[in-house]
């Protein structure tokens, strides 16, 4: 969605190019993150220099991994500029691990269901696991899996996120083959909440199934550095493809018509009430026409 390229260049006008923000950009270090942010955005940079060491200590307990580097968060007070820097308006913040760096649109952190603690939190799993994996061997659809998992959900990036999107998609047939989702998601709206929500759903699986700490002999085996395929194996003791066959079936097996049944509730009661009126004027119409022939056959008598 962005150049990693170009992205230090980019903090660089962020740290430093006042003519990309309303007001002259601010620096708060501490011993263990950096904040970049606008100078009215002084109380969420010392909000996030207050909650960031419980996020990190928590997500090191998750992982049993040091979190030994100090990232750099920068907080864009406005949705434009964001836009302009992520390259998509479909995100609330993105991570670029090669920099270290956290971007959170900080207009929406207000706006449910956002918040600041969970989108650090979230950022956070990606630069750590692209710390510890090399990410030609991280599929996409993991490290965006796990970093859901670990963060309970991805309501904190992405917007306008339907529940029900995975649940139409399973039952339509029209969903990714997770090989598909290895080096990138569709940038198109519905393709990428698909595929966010198809990633969450496979690790949750994986997690259900065979237990969180399986989840991290996964990622170890890939920081190892063994490929995807062979770290399933040597994980789950089964192919890549049995894993991703038995995970359709539990989808399909699930009360997922109930589930889609749920999610489009209202617009079912639409359809039945409109049923019911159309149902109610016909018999109106025929009671009606029933008295009125009964009415003549009287005046005939």
């Given amino acids: 969605m962005f150049n990693y390229y170009k992205f230090t260049i980019i903090i660089c006008l962020i740290l430093f190019n006042h003519s990309l923000f309303a007001e002259p950009p601010s620096v708060l270090q501490t011993d263990v ?5 606008e100078e009215s955005l002084g109380k ?14 928590d997500l090191e307990k998750i992982f049993q991994w040091p979190l030994d580097f100090k990232p750099t968060v920068v907080l864009i007070k406005d949705s434009q500029h ?18 270290n760096a956290m971007v959170i649109d900080y207009s929406k952190m207000h706006t449910a269901p956002f918040t600041l603690e969970s989108t650090l939190r979230h950022e956070l799993c990606h630069l750590m696991l692209h710390h510890y994996i090399d990410r030609t061997r991280l599929p996409k659809w993991l490290d965006e899996g796990v970093s859901q998992w670990a963060s309970d959900g991805m309501a904190e990036v992405i917007m306008d996120y339907k529940r029900a999107i995975l649940p139409q998609a399973i039952v339509s047939g029209r969903y990714f083959r997770m090989s598909a989702l290895h080096e990138r998601f569709p940038k198109e709206k519905q393709g990428l909440q698909l595929a966010y929500a198809q990633s969450k759903s496979f690790v949750d699986y994986i997690s259900r199934e065979y237990g969180s700490n399986q989840v991290l002999l996964l990622l170890n085996k890939l920081r190892q550095g063994l490929e995807i395929e062979a770290a399933i194996e040597e994980s789950f003791s089964i192919t890549f493809a049995e894993l991703e ?56 008598e």
Wanted: no cysteine.
């Fill in 44 to 57: 969420a940079a010392q909000e996030v220099a207050a909650i960031y060491p419980a996020i990190k200590q």
């Fill in 33 to 37: 993150v950096t904040v970049a942010y």
């Fill in 82 to 99: 964001f836009h302009q820097i992520a390259g998509t308006d479909l995100i609330v913040a993105f991570a670029a691990s090669r920099e």
């Fill in 245 to 300: 066959k038995r995970w359709l079936q539990q989808l399909k097996n699930k009360k997922i018509w109930l589930t889609f049944l749920t999610a489009h509730i209202y617009e079912i009661i639409f359809f039945l009430g409109a049923i019911i009126v159309v149902i109610g004027f016909i018999r109106f119409i025929i009671k009606k026409r029933a008295y009125k022939d009964s009415y003549e056959d009287g005046e005939e």
